[in-house]
């Protein structure tokens, strides 16, 4: 059974940094495109992140460029999200999803979510 | 304001057919795969339809898509209560990124 889970969410002061991460199991991770996608609260979904299979193609959402870095370690099935610099704006519900290839935004499947919400 | 322009809200009652439209531009729907998202309240999105038309495994015949130049639409035929949910559509764009329409709140009369 596919599964992604999230963690590392939390409250944290403008200007900070957290580091989200996404442990996967159930299929072969190496051989998939993996994304971020975010939802703020009572808002749609936004694209925010991708990273290819084993690099070196990695995409960023245009307000989270500079701040947040995408990672993976495919050895340990894990997808990451550094995000640095947050803001106000970033609060959200950050979903870790499996995509279908790269330049497609086919997400057959989706972690539970983990909220990060940045306030004073 | 989201890339792909969705109708915020649409309706329909029991057994009648209903369709979300989503339009977009040369850069991300005329070039580019539409795929369209069910989220119940609470959960995670789940992919409805893929590659424009194509249903993954488990999702009923009664969702159907389409694409048409920089627009697409979904059908939901036969609408049922638990239809009731957001709908979204996704698409890549040539800025190199992930685009999303702002979602459409179907609601079940």
């Known amino acids: 059974e596919v599964q992604l889970v999230e963690s590392g969410g939390g409250l944290v002061k403008p200007g900070g940094s957290l580091r989200l991460s996404c442990a996967a199991s159930g299929f072969a991770f190496s051989s998939y495109v993996m994304h971020w996608v975010r939802q703020a609260p009572g808002k749609g979904l936004e694209w925010v992140s991708s990273f290819s299979r084993t690099g070196p193609y990695i995409y960023y959402t245009g307000s989270v460029k500079g701040r947040f870095t995408i990672s993976r370690d495919n050895a340990k099935n894990s997808l990451y999200l550094q995000m640095n610099s947050l803001r106000v704006e970033d609060t959200a519900v950050y979903y870790c999803?499996?995509?279908?290839?790269?330049?497609?935004?086919?997400?057959?499947?989706w972690g539970q979510g983990t909220l990060v919400t940045v306030s004073s | 304001q989201s890339v792909l322009t969705q109708p915020p809200s649409a309706s329909g009652t029991p057994g009648q057919r209903v369709t979300i439209s989503c339009s977009g531009s040369s850069s991300n729907i005329g070039s580019y795969s539409v795929n369209w998202y069910q989220q119940l309240p609470g959960t995670a999105p789940k992919l409805l339809i893929y590659?424009?038309?194509q249903r993954p495994s488990g999702v009923p015949d009664r969702f159907s898509g389409s694409k048409s130049g920089t627009s697409a639409s979904l059908a939901i035929s036969g609408l049922q209560s638990e239809d009731e949910a957001d709908y979204y559509c996704?698409?890549?764009?040539?800025?190199?990124?992930?685009?999303f329409g702002g979602g459409t709140k179907l609601t079940v009369l």
């Open positions: 996704a698409t890549w764009d040539d800025s190199l990124q992930g685009v």
């Open positions: 590659s424009n038309n």
């Open positions: 999803a499996r995509g279908g290839g790269l330049a497609t935004t086919d997400f057959d499947y």
